[in-house]
């Protein structure tokens, strides 16, 4: 009876809108991906990018971001899916961190 007293009192609209609220994306992390698209997308056109993103961030590494790099060129050039490509996006949004 407690449980069904404390439910006639819930506002559900307010409830609903929380919820709502909680589960929406963050902005940082919305931009935090469309940053990622952007630099694998330079990284797939331009030889020099790859200079240029490790100047800005150096956590990542050369290592294994440039054979992803080639891979995924040569599966675009070979009509091929783009899982390298997805394994580059993947690693950029996990590596790059967001200049204050």
């Known amino acids: ?35 990622a698209e952007q630099w694998r997308e330079r990284l797939l056109t331009d030889d020099t990018a790859l200079d240029t993103l490790l100047a ?5 590494e050369r290592q294994r971001l440039q054979p992803l790099i080639l891979e995924a060129r040569q599966q675009a050039a070979g009509g091929k899916p783009p899982k390298a490509a997805r394994q580059l996006f993947r690693l950029l949004r996990d590596g790059i961190t967001r200049p204050e």
């Open 1 to 35: 009876k407690y449980i069904a007293q404390l439910l006639e009192k819930t506002d559900y609209h307010a409830l609903q809108t929380a919820l709502d609220e909680h589960a929406k994306p963050s902005r940082a992390s919305v931009a935090l991906q469309h940053l």
């Open 56 to 60: 800005e961030h150096p956590q990542l």
